[in-house]
């Protein structure tokens, strides 16, 4: 099994930045793909940026391309999601998966173990 605790959310406001963390703990080495997803009030988990296990191949959802920024520390087990320029429209929980599977996928059922989620709320 694999545990995932993300950190990092709060209360901005609209053009602030934030940086999200998420450290994996237990079967560790087992993991690939890892991924950002957000969940706003009334809607369906998006995907918001995605990692391969090297780093090299991240994806991001156009709504977040040039303001967001995945990275990945495989010798602490953790990623990361800078976040600059901050909307309003970017408020939702914000989750961390990881897979095991090699393969870049955007959707949450690609996705086999999920942390907890972190609040992110921008006002205007």
């Known amino acids: 099994q694999v545990q995932l605790v993300e950190s990092g959310g709060g209360l901005v406001q609209a053009g602030d930045s934030l940086r999200l963390s998420c450290a994996a703990s237990?079967?560790?080495?087992?993991?690939?793909?890892m991924g950002w997803f957000r969940q706003a009030p009334g809607k369906e988990r998006e995907v918001v940026a995605t990692?391969?296990?090297?780093?090299?191949?991240?994806y991001y959802v156009d709504s977040v391309k040039g303001r967001f920024t995945i990275s990945r520390d495989n010798a602490k087990n953790t990623i990361y999601l800078q976040m600059n320029s901050l909307k309003p429209a970017d408020t939702a929980v914000y989750y961390c998966?990881?897979?095991?599977?090699?393969?870049?996928?955007?959707?949450?059922?690609?996705?086999?173990?999920w942390g907890q989620g972190t609040q992110v709320t921008v006002s205007t």
């Open positions: 237990g079967r560790t080495f087992s993991i690939s793909m």
């Open positions: 998966a990881a897979s095991e599977s090699v393969f870049t996928t955007t959707y949450p059922n690609g996705y086999k173990y």
């Open positions: 990692i391969n296990r090297s780093g090299g191949n991240t």
